[in-house]
Nanobody, 117 residues
Framework: QVQVVVSGGGSVQAGGSLRLSCAAS??????FEWYRQPPGKGREFVSS???????RYAESVKGRFTIFQDKDKVTVYLQMTSLKPEDTAMHYC?????????????WGQGTQVTVSS
């Protein structure tokens, strides 16, 4: 099985920066996806990195957020800059990891990002 641990988050003023991390243990063959859920709204896609390194961003965060992996590809970081109040949300990391010949999908715990104006 794969364990997913999320860290980072916190409270900043508009224009500030935060970094989230998502660590997957049990596999080095994972796709990582970040989602967020603003207060009173549904969960939305933020960014992802495929096993082959392909990166995607939601339009709302392009140019402000950067996703990158460590060299062992077991931890993914979401560097968030130029944060806006509308970025306030609970952030989640999902992984899809290959263990042997089986794919496992797991969610990490959420981490709150709060941006004040």
């Amino acid at each position: 099985q794969v364990q997913v641990v999320v860290s980072g988050g916190g409270s900043v003023q508009a224009g500030g920066s935060l970094r989230l991390s998502c660590a997957a243990s049990g596999s080095t063959h994972c796709k990582f996806e970040w989602y967020r859920q603003p207060p009173g709204k549904g969960r939305e896609f933020v960014s992802s990195v495929e096993r082959d390194g392909t990166i995607r961003y939601a339009e709302s965060v392009k140019g402000r957020f950067t996703i990158f992996q460590d060299k062992d590809k077991v931890t993914v970081y979401l560097q968030m800059t130029s944060l806006k109040p509308e970025d306030t949300a609970m952030h989640y990391c999902q992984t899809e990891c290959l263990v042997g010949d089986t794919w496992f999908a797991n969610w990490g715990q959420g981490t709150q990002v709060t941006v004040s104006s």
